[in-house]
Nanobody
């Protein structure tokens, strides 16, 4: 069993930065993909960034060049999402998710069997 716990959300002004963390509890091993998704009110959940067990990453076009997903070097059970140059349209509930898949450019929430509770990110103009 795998449990995911997010932290780091909050409120910032446009242009600011936040760093989200996803702590992984349990056995996440072998070939897996860990991703960050977000969902704004009235909108579908969308993928933001993913990292595979081999370290490869993929980003949504809307966040390329602004967000970075990584595994913490000191704690290999901690995954980070560094968000810079935040925009009001980045406002959403952000979720960490994991699945026993290899994420290429095309993935969906259905590929992920484990989800965290979410952390709110609010960006004001």
């Amino acid at each position: 069993q795998v449990q995911l716990v997010e932290s780091g959300g909050g409120s910032v002004q446009a242009g600011g930065s936040l760093r989200l963390s996803c702590a992984v509890f349990g056995n996440l091993y072998g070939t897996f993909c860990l991703g960050w998704f977000r969902q704004a009110p009235g909108k579908e959940r969308e993928g933001v960034a993913v990292i595979n067990s081999d370290g490869s990453t993929s980003y949504a076009d809307s966040v390329k060049g602004r967000f970075t997903i990584s595994q913490d070097n000191a704690k290999n059970t901690l995954y980070l999402l560094q968000m810079n140059s935040l925009k009001p349209e980045d406002t959403a509930m952000y979720y960490c998710a994991a699945g026993w898949v290899y994420c290429s450019g095309d993935y969906s929430p259905r590929d992920f069997g484990y989800w965290g509770q979410g952390t709110q990110v609010t960006v004001s103009s």
